[in-house]
């Protein structure tokens, strides 16, 4: 069973950065396609960013050109890095796989951009 473990996030005035962390156990990290994801209160979980095993990615439209999601397959760990934030931004983020995600979910972590 695949286990998940996100770190990184925190409370960041409008304009900050941070950088996620996920590292991933229990399934073959390298082979397969990972995302984060993220879930803003009262609103349901969007994909934010996939990255393929052999490193191809992709951005949803609020965050292109902000974030910049990456993969150490030596580590088993997915990163986020996370620029320019905005209020907006404001959520739990979570990583699993691409385009099909595990059965179950980490914890998350908490982003919260607000001055």
């Known amino acids: 069973q695949v286990q998940l473990v996100e770190s990184g996030g925190g409370l960041v005035q409008p304009g900050g950065s941070l950088r996620l962390s996920c590292v991933a156990s229990?399934?073959?990290?390298?082979?397969?396609?990972m995302g984060w994801y993220r879930q803003a209160p009262g609103k349901q979980r969007e994909l934010v960013a996939s990255?393929?095993?052999?490193?191809?990615?992709n951005y949803a439209d609020s965050v292109k050109g902000r974030f910049t999601i990456s993969r150490d397959n030596a580590k088993n760990t997915l990163y986020l890095q996370m620029n320019s934030l905005k209020p907006e931004d404001t959520a739990v983020y979570y990583c699993?796989?691409?385009?099909?995600?595990?059965?179950?979910w980490g914890q998350g972590t908490q982003v919260t951009v607000s001055s």
């Open positions: 699993s796989r691409w385009p099909r995600s595990y059965d179950s």
């Open positions: 990255i393929t095993s052999g490193g191809s990615t």
């Open positions: 229990g399934s073959i990290f390298s082979i397969n396609a």
